[in-house]
């Protein structure tokens, strides 16, 4: 079965400063979607990445990037320029992609961030 | 569009009562899933739908939780009886079949006493 693993339960980061997020996961597949979502304390869940694993190009999105590392099966957050609004728990996920296959969306544990002013 | 809407967004409710959560996924998604989430288990799928028909129901605890989606626009996930271990937040997402990342409701806080 896969799993997800987010080894830091808890982070801090000063305002303004970098802050990477671990994620690691286990698969037998070759292809496969991960994700890092944010869920502030509104509890709403929000997209944040996606990285498609036949890509080896790291996603990024403005001060939001990834590492990705195929073979060593782990997947990083990093979040440039850290503002209060980054605040939140963030969770890595993993779902295959298998065609006709599981939809399932498997969830780290999440880890909590904080920004200090 | 408005995104995928959950109600209610609080419920209190006495332990033994029925409970019914629902769920308006996105237009033109084909894919629905019930998620619950606590502190102790994190979050937890409980069955998801395509097509409107039931694909996986493994993640779903007993036979007190039950749910339906009669059309391409709406589902409920219902709690009979309801104890107060099933206290927790209950998300709703849609997404398109096999395109990637899903987007979620905003979740109902269920708390059982």
């Known amino acids: 079965a896969q799993t997800v693993t987010q080894s830091q339960p808890e982070m801090s980061v000063q305002e303004a400063e970098t802050v990477t997020l671990s994620c690691t996961y286990d698969?037998?597949?070759?292809?496969?979607?991960l994700f890092w979502y944010k869920q502030p304390p509104s509890r709403q869940m929000i997209l944040v990445i996606r990285?498609?694993?036949?890509?080896?190009q790291n996603a990024t999105e403005n001060r939001f990037s990834v590492n990705f590392q195929k073979a060593a099966k782990s997947f990083s957050l990093k979040i440039s320029d850290s503002q209060l609004g980054d605040a939140a728990m963030y969770f890595c996920?993993?779902?295959?992609?298998?065609?006709?296959?599981?939809?399932?969306?498997?969830f780290g544990k999440g880890t909590k961030l904080t920004v200090n002013p | 569009d408005a995104g995928v809407i959950q109600s209610p967004r609080h419920e209190v409710t006495e332990m033994g009562q029925e409970v019914t959560l629902r769920c308006k996924p996105i237009?033109?998604?084909?894919?629905l899933f019930w998620y619950r989430q606590t502190m102790m288990r994190g979050l937890e799928l409980l069955i998801y739908?395509?097509?409107?028909?039931?694909?996986?129901d493994s993640g779903m605890p007993e036979d007190r939780f039950s749910a339906k989606m009669p059309n391409a626009s709406f589902s409920t996930l219902k709690i009979q009886p309801s104890e107060p271990r099933d206290s927790a937040v209950y998300f709703c997402?849609?997404?398109?079949?096999?395109?990637?990342?899903?987007?979620f409701g905003s979740g109902t806080r269920l708390t059982v006493v």
């Open positions: 739908f395509n097509n409107n028909v039931p694909i996986d």
């Open positions: 237009s033109g998604h084909n894919s």
């Open positions: 990285q498609e694993a036949y890509k080896q």
């Open positions: 997402a849609s997404s398109l079949w096999d395109r990637g990342g899903y987007t």
């Open positions: 698969t037998s597949e070759s292809d496969y979607y």
């Open positions: 996920a993993y779902k295959p992609l298998t065609q006709g296959g599981s939809e399932k969306l498997v």
